[in-house]
């Protein structure tokens, strides 16, 4: 089983690259992300509780996310692959899967670092706004999702470093295809 985490700024292709290796290597794809929003559309109790944080584009908590990785990891054991998409979002989330993937005598195998320049966030960003209406696509709130990406998530890069993970930096600003080739060939070669 390979668990992979795509890794980079909102907007950096993340969730279109996890569709494409999804397809590719019939591989899981757990994005925490889509997971709240579906909680939210459906408006469940958990959705209604943090509907206002989601849309501020804050982080919600680490025990809540904890909770909803812990009972992923417990049903997807059998998995051929896994790809993480919007998760780990704090260094406490990182040492968590770390420790969580231990239990179950596994371990990340790769994280793919997607990097951009800002300018191209900015413009990816407005499009989709227009595009899926998505409540976190205001100028506002993708301002407070850039400050915490900065100041919890990227952080998470030195902890992979310190803890020997195999970190791939691919460059994210090209045609979406040419990136997948790049992704393709990191993930065949753990094949
Ligand atoms: P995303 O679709 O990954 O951009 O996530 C959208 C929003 O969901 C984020 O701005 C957070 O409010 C929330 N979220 C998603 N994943 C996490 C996570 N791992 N930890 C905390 N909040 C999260």
């Known amino acids: 089983m390979i ?3 795509i890794f980079g700024p909102l907007g950096s292709g993340k969730g279109t690259q996890s569709q494409k290796i999804k397809e590719k290597y019939d591989f899981i794809h757990f994005s ?4 709240l929003r579906d909680e939210i559309k459906k408006q469940t109790p958990l959705g209604k509780n943090i509907e206002m944080v989601v849309n501020s584009g804050a982080l919600v908590s680490d025990e809540l996310i904890e909770e909803i990785v812990k009972e992923f ?3 997807n054991k059998n998995a051929k692959g896994i790809i993480f998409d919007g998760f780990p979002r704090t260094v406490h989330q990182a040492e968590m899967l770390d420790k969580e993937l231990a239990n179950n005598n596994l371990k990340i195998d790769l994280v793919i670092k997607l ?3 800002e300018t191209t966030i900015n413009n990816r960003l407005k499009y989709r706004a227009q595009k899926e209406k998505r409540a976190d696509d205001n100028d506002e709130a993708i301002n407070n999702r850039l400050q915490y990406y900065y100041q919890h998530t990227l952080p998470i890069i030195d902890y992979y470093k310190r803890t020997n993970k195999n970190i791939v930096d691919i460059y994210g600003d090209r045609d979406l295809n040419e990136v997948f080739n790049d992704i393709c060939q990191q993930i065949d070669r753990l094949l």
């Open 3 to 5: 668990n992979l985490v």
């Open 32 to 35: 925490t992300g889509d997971l």
């Open 73 to 75: 990891i417990k049903n």
């Open 115 to 117: 990097d951009i320049p």
